[in-house]
């Protein structure tokens, strides 16, 4: 069974840092581009960043640049999110996704992606 399972969300401070991990189960993630999303209640499902299969290529969404980082650990099938800075307008279930390289997509969009975890809980707040 072919799987992708977040872990690492939580409460956290404004201005405290959280690492996610997207672990992937039942296939390698070796030739995938993986990518993070997140929706607030009531908002749509947004893309906050991806990597490419390789992990010489990533991509950040304007709101999380500076802060979050995205990295891979093939050995591991795992995909991480580092997010420093946390900020109130951070909260949101945080998913990653995973789809093949294909030629002009923008992987911004969750109808590129072709698997998807079950999310994790981010919320800061005081």
């Known amino acids: 069974q072919l799987q992708l399972v977040e872990s690492g969300g939580g409460l956290v401070q404004p201005g405290g840092s959280l690492r996610l991990s997207c672990a992937a189960s039942?296939?390698?993630?070796?030739?995938?581009?993986i990518g993070w999303f997140r929706q607030a209640p009531g908002k749509e499902r947004e893309g906050v960043s991806y990597?490419?299969?390789?992990?010489?290529?990533?991509n950040y969404a304007d709101s999380v640049k500076g802060r979050f980082t995205i990295s891979r650990d093939n050995a591991k099938n795992t995909v991480y999110l580092q997010m420093n800075s946390l900020k109130p307008e951070d909260t949101a279930v945080y998913y990653c996704?995973?789809?093949?390289?294909?030629?002009?997509?923008?992987?911004?969009?969750?109808?590129?992606?072709?698997?998807w975890g079950q999310g994790t809980q981010v919320t800061v707040s005081s």
């Open positions: 990597i490419s299969s390789s992990g010489d290529s990533t």
């Open positions: 996704a995973a789809t093949p390289p294909r030629w002009g997509w923008t992987y911004y969009r969750p109808g590129e992606y072709d698997l």
């Open positions: 039942g296939f390698t993630l070796d030739y995938y581009v």
